[in-house]
Every structure is written in structure tokens, then in C-alpha cells.
T-cell receptor, first 114, second 112 residues
């Protein structure tokens, strides 16, 4: 069983729509959850992190965490063509100075068409 | 504030050679991790260092090694290069404040 799994996509949404990206993880003891965005030919860029159950909003982005279901999601509201990228879900067993290694999903490719 | 700096950006090596990649973390960051990214395998964890100590190691052969210096700069070395080592090697650093890792631009290694 893979540590972190994401819906494989690709996901295609029209401009202005909500894009929903999903991720499940296998280690129930995981404490830190991250969403990275990676444009083609570039390195991953951190866009959101969440540690507690519930929702965390930052601008057009909302991360949702449900530890009981071992599920984390990312919603992108009012999607823009500039949001077209691969989104990587990453999970850590530690937190803060003990974060340690991250386990990455394979990523979901999102395309936002005008 | 300077980001994570990786050198060189691009590298072409021949099978059997060895290579050393360098990473300078963001000032003040003591945790450094290395990942290998390929289209087929995605992001694969190599090592994680904190204050010059290797805390975690991924499932890579012994040809892959690394170290961290007292100024938090890190290097990774791959000996006896194989064609399958061609990949983007990413270094990431963390302050340890819970805000995750920041990645460098990576080193694109091509083994011919």
C-alpha cells in the first residue's frame, strides 16, 4: 500500500470553477500535511499546510483535513489558468523541528481552461 | 531573503563516474532533505539531515551518500553512476517551525 495516494487526474476545470484535489494517507500517526504546486520544469512550491482537523483557508485555497478518514483535500476557488500545474500532497509523521521526511503522492495534474 | 540554492543546475555525466551536488539552505534553516524526482517514480526521498546528523534515509543503494556541514550546507554524492540515476535532484530546507520545507530549483542530472 502506498503511503500517500492522490486522485490521478488529470483534472480539467473551466476558469472560475472550483477545483477539488484529494489525497489519502496510510499512516494514522501522521501529524503534518502539505500541498505543493509544481509548474512544468520547476520545483515544488509550498502553498498550504494543515495540522488540525477541519478547514484552513488562505485566499482562494482551502485545505481540509479529516484524520479519522485519513483524508486531506485542497479546494481552489475561482480557478485561474495560472493555477494549471501539478499539485502534490505530502504527509509528515513529525511536526516542527521533528518534521523529518515527507511522503509525497504522485501528484494530480490540473488544467484550468479559459 | 535568499532561497534554497542548489548547484549546479544542470549536469551531464558518463556512466561509472561520480557526482557531487551542493545545497545551501535558507539562512537559519537547520533541516535539509534531498529528493529524487523522475517522471516514472515521482518524488523519492533520499536523506534528511538536522544539525549535521542524518536523521532519515530512504531506500536508495549505498552509491548515494550525503552529508551536512556545520553551516547547514549539504552535499550529496552519487558514485558509479547508472543511466537510471538521471533525474531532477531536489534539496529542501526547513526552519523547523512547522511551516514545511522550501525547495530549491534542483539539479538536473543526465547520465549518458
Amino acid at each position: 500500500q502506498k503511503e500517500v495516494e492522490q486522485n490521478s487526474g488529470p483534472l480539467s476545470v473551466p476558469e472560475g470553477a472550483i477545483a477539488s484535489l484529494n489525497c489519502t494517507y496510510s499512516d494514522r500517526g501522521s501529524q503534518s500535511f502539505f500541498w505543493y504546486r509544481q509548474y512544468s520544469g520547476k520545483s515544488p512550491e509550498l502553498i498550504m499546510f494543515i495540522y488540525s482537523n477541519g478547514d484552513k483557508e488562505d485566499g482562494r485555497f482551502t485545505a481540509q483535513l479529516n484524520k479519522a478518514s485519513q483524508y486531506v483535500s485542497l479546494l481552489i476557488r475561482d480557478s485561474q489558468p495560472s493555477d494549471s500545474a501539478t499539485y502534490l500532497c505530502a504527509v509528515g509523521r513529525g511536526r516542527g523541528s521533528t518534521l523529518g521526511r515527507l511522503y509525497f503522492g504522485r501528484g494530480t495534474q490540473l488544467t484550468v481552461w479559459p | 531573503k535568499a532561497g534554497v540554492t542548489q548547484t549546479p543546475r544542470y549536469l551531464i555525466k558518463t556512466r561509472g563516474q561520480q557526482v557531487t551536488l551542493s545545497c545551501s539552505p535558507i539562512s537559519g534553516h537547520r533541516s535539509v532533505s534531498w529528493y529524487q524526482q523522475t517522471p516514472g517514480q515521482g518524488l523519492q526521498f533520499l536523506f534528511e539531515y538536522f544539525s549535521e546528523t542524518q536523521r532519515n534515509k530512504g531506500n536508495f543503494p549505498g552509491r548515494f551518500s550525503g552529508r551536512q556541514f556545520s553551516n547547514s550546507r549539504s552535499e550529496m554524492n552519487v558514485s558509479t553512476l547508472e543511466l537510471g540515476d538521471s533525474a531532477l535532484y531536489l534539496c529542501a530546507s526547513s526552519l523547523g517551525d512547522g511551516n514545511g520545507y522550501t525547495f530549491g530549483s534542483g539539479t538536473r542530472l543526465t547520465v549518458v
